[in-house]
């Protein structure tokens, strides 16, 4: 389980004391994000694909909405992969293909996490879960109502999403091999 803490010694807070201190406001409070930017920019990539793919489909064919929504996704992904997962949390993720065929995951995270900020941290792990959970239901929805088109469309967005999530969990149980900064 992620912890949800507002300190900076990043031990857990049981959640009756959390409410007691407005510690749930405080934790996604972005004032105190090292990397404000880039904790916006992660939770704009997320809500924009929701948004395109809920919304948007009022004004324009819903085709445009679907192929705006994958898009946007790839974008959320690499970004995710690439940026946000670097300076929210200090860790990254790739893949190497073997000489054999076979995948190797390699996870790096930094090697003193005390100065991974609570709140970036928070921004973070929730964002990744909410976005997780909300396309999964989606693409359930959709499989359950015959609507395979669509439901192949949520499915990837999904997948791009939980491949995220679980490499980052991957890397925060520290499996895998290295260090950076």
Same mark, same amino acid.
């Given at each position: 389980?992620l912890?949800l803490?507002?300190?900076?010694?990043n031990?857990?807070?049981?959640?009756?004391q @959390?409410?007691?201190? /407005?510690a749930?406001?405080k934790?996604?409070?972005?004032?105190?994000a090292?990397?404000? #930017?880039?904790?916006?920019?992660?939770s704009?990539?997320?809500l924009?694909?929701?948004?395109?793919?809920?919304?948007?489909?009022?004004v324009?064919e819903?085709?445009? #909405?679907?192929?705006?929504t994958?898009v946007?996704?790839?974008?959320?992904?690499?970004?995710?992969?690439n +940026?946000?997962?670097?300076?929210? +949390?200090g @860790?990254?993720?790739?893949?190497?293909i073997?000489?054999?065929?076979?995948?190797f995951?390699v996870?790096?995270c930094?090697?003193n996490?005390?100065?991974?900020n609570?709140?970036?941290?928070?921004?973070f792990?929730?964002?990744?879960?909410?976005?997780t959970?909300?396309?999964?239901?989606?693409?359930? =929805?959709?499989?359950?109502?015959?609507e395979?088109?669509?439901? /192949? +469309?949520t /499915?990837?967005?999904?997948?791009?999403n939980?491949?995220?999530? =679980?490499?980052?969990?991957?890397?925060?149980?520290?499996?895998?091999y290295?260090n950076f900064?």
């Amino acid at each position: 389980m992620l912890p949800l803490s507002n300190r900076r010694d990043n031990n857990p807070v049981p959640y009756q004391q @959390m409410q007691e201190e /407005g510690a749930i406001a405080k934790a996604f409070d972005i004032k105190q994000a090292s990397h404000p #930017c880039t904790c916006l920019t992660t939770s704009l990539f997320k809500l924009s694909v929701v948004v395109c793919y809920f919304v948007l489909s009022l004004v324009l064919e819903r085709l445009y #909405c679907l192929i705006i929504t994958v898009v946007i996704s790839a974008f959320d992904f690499w970004f995710v992969k690439n +940026i946000a997962g670097r300076y929210l +949390i200090g @860790m990254r993720w790739w893949s190497e293909i073997q000489p054999d065929g076979r995948d190797f995951w390699v996870f790096e995270c930094r090697l003193n996490e005390d100065h991974v900020n609570p709140v970036d941290k928070n921004f973070f792990w929730w964002s990744q879960i909410i976005a997780t959970l909300i396309w999964l239901v989606t693409t359930v =929805i959709r499989v359950i109502s015959f609507e395979f088109f669509e439901g /192949g +469309i949520t /499915g990837f967005v999904f997948v791009l999403n939980a491949v995220n999530l =679980i490499a980052y969990y991957n890397c925060s149980k520290g499996k895998g091999y290295g260090n950076f900064g």
